[in-house]
């Protein structure tokens, strides 16, 4: 019981971190204001990136915060890549929206930088969480 309640007090603030992170990110991919497909686009890379650092610090808690992020950043880079290829499998997975937004559609140059800020930003947050070692 008392480890249980250890790792609860540990893991709730990554918790309610993507409590807020998850519905700011698919608010995001539905805005319809101002700049939408720039918001759409782009700007939800950092919360993609974010999103997946504090999934991952659940995971794997002993991680460093700069292990994570470094690490979440090469994995968006490399799927941000894989959005060149279109076999009919991974077609068939974009259809659906959870894959668009996982997978992402087609490759662009401009999203790099946003997901540079997102592991800037989500190593600032795991730190401010704790998870920095």
Known sequence: M??????IRRDLPAL?????????????KAY???AFHWVNDSFGGVFYVIFWCLAATLVWPRAAASRIALAVLAATCALEFLQRWHPPFLEYLRSFFI????LGSYFDWTD????FAGAAVAWLWLRGLGRSR
């Open 16 to 28: 309610l971190s993507l409590a807020l992170i998850v519905p700011t990110g698919f608010y995001a």
């Open 112 to 115: 790099f930088p946003y997901y």
């Open 2 to 7: 008392k480890m249980l309640l250890t790792r």
């Open 99 to 102: 894959g668009r937004t996982i």
């Open 32 to 34: 319809r204001g101002p």
